[in-house]
């Protein structure tokens, strides 16, 4: 293993076991599990994805996401997933993979399109 990501992972375990840990993650009204802010978080702060294993097995690269606004405490984070597909973009899987997050600048779509 590569002596600069076992670091890195090291790193972000010492932080994830952390009690002051800004994010929790508990039952979502929108889908199984939601990761909610347990503090309020400035702009631009990192959030390390807890809940992406299955990408992170895939691609063994560590995901980062950044607050890309001030988040009050309780406020559940979305992520925008903007997936790609091999395969051209129906409305039959738009909806397959309908999003609900609510916000205002929503496509209604996890799925990423032009
Ligand atoms: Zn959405």
């Known amino acids: 293993m590569n002596t600069f990501i076992y ?3 090291k790193k972000a375990k010492t932080k994830a076991r952390r009690p002051a840990s800004s994010v929790e993650v508990r039952e979502s009204g929108v889908h199984g599990r939601g990761v909610y802010a347990t503090k309020a978080i400035a702009k631009g702060t990192r959030i390390i994805e807890y809940t992406g294993k299955r990408m992170v097995e895939e691609e063994d690269e560590r995901i980062f996401i950044y607050a890309l606004r001030k988040v009050q405490p309780g ?16 409305k039959e899987l738009e909806k397959e993979h309908a999003c609900h997050c609510g916000s205002s600048n929503c496509r209604g779509t996890m799925l990423a399109i032009k």
Do not use: G, S
Not at 75 to 90: G, V
């Open 7 to 9: 670091a890195a992972q």
């Open 75 to 90: 406020e559940e984070l979305f992520y925008d997933y903007a997936m790609e597909l091999d395969e051209p973009i129906t």
